[in-house]
């Protein structure tokens, strides 16, 4: 009634699957995803150091770089040029945020130093978006 299959399926399965492309780890996954959320905190921090010339804000900056840095296999993070314009509590609100998801990756990393850190930020963001 039915003649047999001759030819193999032009549909590929999980078992066809070609492994010709490059697989990252999940310890890769989450470094990129961490270093991405440090970055983009990072630009909210210069963004901040513009509006509001601070100690601490230019302390936060470097240790943040540093592990930017670090998470990217020594690539150097870009910075931010700003004018110096803006809304500092919408600022530190997002910082906040930023920090807050850096935060859950290095928890789930269990990277310390990072988790510390964005604690801190966390903290001083909350603080400053108050006040």
Known sequence: MYEPIRTKSVHSTMADAPTDFPHRSREEEL????????????????????????????????????????????????????????DAAALHERAHALA?????????????AVAILAAERMDAHALSSVG
Do not use: M
């Open 31 to 86: 470094d990129i995803q961490l270093a991405g959320h440090l970055s983009a905190l990072l630009a909210v921090t210069d963004e901040l150091r513009a509006l509001e010339p601070s100690t601490d804000l230019d302390t936060a900056a470097e240790r943040l770089a540093e592990q930017v840095t670090r998470l990217r296999g020594g690539g150097t993070p870009v910075r931010a040029v700003t004018s110096g314009a803006g």
């Open 100 to 112: 807050g998801r850096a935060l859950v990756v290095a928890a789930s990393r269990a990277d310390t």
